[in-house]
């Protein structure tokens, strides 16, 4: 039903989780995808999987917060099948401290990652995409980028600032036959998340998610996978939220009424 245009797909944060599951779903769909991540092992692992499907996979260390890393994988990306025309920043990290005793360190790492990361893959992706006249983008961002949660001062600020910059890019970058959107996740299973919840953290959540269960990294990649498809082309600027309606609940009694 959805179809891809020709051209290499990059992932950052392809070695692990969110990112990983993209990766394995879009070679999956015969489409060369480029795994680029700090960590390597996590690289080799999501390149196996993509070969257990019969896709075509390079991997590529990258660091997003380097530039001279970014324009390195992006030229291995192009040396290998040409120009990127789809590019996913999944890369990103989060760190939990009280907002009064937040280190500014700390702060600037998470800013630095989530957000200039995204920015500046961006911004090598996009001079290839405006010369094939296609491209995709889409952004990670979060459900913390619109509710504040204990210890995410840095983290739901990056993605505050990741929904502004996606309507930056589909502004600026749309007249080029590319589009740049965001996913918002709901609280979802990986190794970002497997040290900050525990038993207890995941039995609060449950009760604000309507579905009933904390997402699968599959959960997210349908929703970008769709997003990186032919079809897409006319949302541009979006942010989508894939959280199994949290987003969408509030009030959870009314007197003696109650879910
Ligand atoms: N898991 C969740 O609940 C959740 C919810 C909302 C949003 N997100 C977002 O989705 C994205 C993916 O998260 P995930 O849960 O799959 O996490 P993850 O930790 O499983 O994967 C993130 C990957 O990014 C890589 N990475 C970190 N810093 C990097 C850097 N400087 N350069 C290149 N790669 C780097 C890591 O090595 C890792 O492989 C992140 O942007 C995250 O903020 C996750």
Known sequence: MFSFDTGVALIT????GIGQAVAVSLAGAGVPVVVADVNARGIDETLAHIRT???????????????????????????????????????????VEPFEHFPEAAFSQVLNVN??????????????????????????????????GVGRAAY???KAAING???????????????????????????????????????????????????DPEDISAAIVFLLSRQARYIN??????DGGYLASGMLQTAELKL
């Not at 920015?119 to 504040?148: H, P, T």
């Not at 007249?175 to 965001?182: D, K, L, P, S, V």
């Not at 918002?184 to 525990?198: C, I, K, S």
């Open 13 to 16: 944060g392809g070695g692990s």
């Open 53 to 95: 499907k019969g896709g075509e996979g390079l991997g590529v260390e990258l660091d997003v917060t380097q530039a001279a890393s970014v324009d390195r994988a992006f030229g291995a990306a192009e040396d290998w099948k040409g120009p990127v025309t789809s590019l996913v920043n999944s890369a990103g990290i989060l760190k």
């Open 115 to 148: 957000v200039t990361g995204s920015f500046q893959c961006a911004q090598r992706a996009a001079s290839g995409m405006k010369a094939a006249g296609f491209g995709r983008i889409v952004n990670l961002s979060s459900v913390s980028g619109y509710r504040a």
């Open 156 to 158: 739901g600020t990056s």
């Open 165 to 215: 910059l996606t309507r930056q890019m589909a502004l600026e970058l749309g007249r080029y036959g590319i589009t740049a959107n965001a996913v918002a996740p709901g609280p979802t299973v990986t190794a970002m998340t497997e040290p900050v919840y525990n038993a207890e953290t995941k039995a609060s959540l449950l009760p604000m998610i309507p579905a009933g269960y904390l997402a």
């Open 237 to 242: 600027g979006q942010t989508l939220a894939v």
